[in-house]
């Protein structure tokens, strides 16, 4: 093997996705523009950071959350912790396993939300950990017990009921469970659905009235564990479809309708269109194929008729577009717009962050220079909005002149413009996976 050979490191390990060491606090922070005074909280953004400086996967790192606290136009600080689970503890553990049939053994790396006054890290095996607001760790969350599956990293908040929509699903049967959290915090329903296989089902949508479960062709299979270090494998016998539910239903109330094969880790948003169930989603023609390369996320539009049972598909753009976000207000009721980080690289990280406009079918960008690299766009509302896009975009971008990150505040009723604002960190933020904006309490 050359020294070239030896020194090469798979992209998660490698630039500014390696992982980084030290837990930072910093209150001081410098800002270019202004930062909007109504912009009262935290954005809090989790990612995979492997302790060790070695993982098999992009998805098996320790998780560390990553925080900016705003207030009345100031940083007040920049924070990095890990969530330490029993995973960060026990450095020599195999996320693939023991710890998969322990569900405190949490990697804690993919989704940070606050629901029911809980900050949660989530990852999609295990049950979430708890976080306090100054993201130290409190413990593993399993709604005082009830919670008997993990959750997955894409649950969602109804922003018309409060409640929280969500499932698991699992290597061994059950393979699929819903779960429904009250508004104030507690675990109201829990539905074992009935699924061929056990799948990596990364999200799912929620509409005013239904969920929908995406079951796609990607499936576990720890006899053939050699596709990158992550035990599953697309199929071509498995099929796909997606399972319409209403909301409080349970197995039988699902209807399954058979799409084209294909893998998507996000959908932008979904919603109810008389009969029909519009879904917008980043769509993969086909993921972890055995000696294929994969081929990028581009936004698709899925079509359910619910009157003839058949699902249309139409391809909405050709570019490379994932981590699609719409604002919280808005999930599961119809959107406008989306936005997305646009990838350029042939790698999972932003070189602009381009919005769709669903309505005019035309999208914006705005375009990161100088080699700057962001993740994805969390939407938060303007005082008082009334235009859907009425708010700002905010997502750690990184500079390789500086080898810093920003947090950056777009406005994204003009993304094509500057900044509004740009808070200097003291370190870089590695590219990673989710994040949300917790608002102080109004
Ligand atoms: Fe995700």
């Known amino acids: 093997m050359s020294e070239a050979a030896i020194s090469e490191k798979p992209f998660w390990l490698s630039g500014n996705f390696a992982p980084t060491y030290d837990e930072v606090t910093e209150t001081k922070l410098n800002v270019t523009g202004s930062i909007p005074p109504e912009l009262n909280g935290r954005y809090l953004r989790n990612g995979a950071n492997p302790q060790t400086g070695e993982s098999a996967h992009w998805f098996l790192g320790n998780g560390m959350i990553h925080g900016v606290e705003l207030n009345n136009g100031k940083a007040n600080w920049y924070r990095n912790r890990y969530v330490r689970t029993p995973l960060l503890t026990d450095a020599g553990a195999d996320p693939l396993g023991a710890a998969l049939d322990d569900r405190s053994k949490s990697l804690a790396n993919t989704h940070i939300i606050s629901h029911a006054g809980k900050i949660l890290a989530l990852e999609e095996g295990h049950w979430p950990f708890e976080l306090s607001s100054d993201l130290e760790t409190v413990g593993a969350y399993n709604y005082d017990g009830k919670l008997e599956t993990g959750m997955t990293a894409h649950p969602k908040i109804c922003p018309e009921t409060g409640e929280l929509l969500f499932f698991a699903y699992g290597m061994t049967p059950p393979y699929l469970t819903y779960h429904r959290a009250s508004a104030n915090g507690e675990l109201v329903q829990s539905e074992q659905i009935e699924v061929k296989g056990a799948t990596m089902m990364h999200d799912f949508n929620i509409t005013r009235n239904h969920v929908i479960f995406m079951d796609l062709p990607l499936v576990w299979n720890f006899e053939n564990a050699a596709n990158a270090g992550l035990p599953i494998q697309w199929s071509d016998e498995y099929g796909a479809r997606l399972g319409v539910m209403p909301r409080n239903g349970s197995n039988k109330d699902v209807v399954w309708y058979d799409i084209d094969p294909c893998y998507v880790y996000h959908p932008v948003n979904a919603y109810e269109d008389g009969d029909d169930i519009v879904i917008d989603v980043c769509r993969l023609a086909h993921s972890m194929k055995p ?64 919005k769709y406009d669903m309505q005019s079918g035309t999208s914006e960008a705005h375009q990161l220079q100088n080699g700057r690299v962001g993740g994805e766009p969390v939407f938060v509302p303007a005082d008082g909005a009334s235009a859907e896009d009425d708010g700002y975009l905010l997502s750690f971008v990184y500079d390789p002149a500086e080898n810093k990150s920003e947090l950056v505040i777009i406005d994204a009723s003009n993304v094509a413009s500057d900044p509004v604002a740009r808070v200097h960190l003291p370190t870089r933020v590695p590219a990673g996976f989710h994040g949300s904006w917790v608002a102080d309490p109004a």
């Open 291 to 354: 000696g294929v390369k994969d081929v990028p996320p581009v936004l698709h539009r899925w079509t359910i008729h619910q009157n003839t049972g058949k699902v249309s598909e139409s391809q909405i753009d050709d570019r490379a577009v994932d981590f699609p976000r719409v604002p919280d207000a808005i999930v599961g009721l119809k959107h406008r717009y989306g936005y997305t980080a646009e990838f350029g690289s042939g790698l999972p990280t932003a070189v602009a962050f381009r």
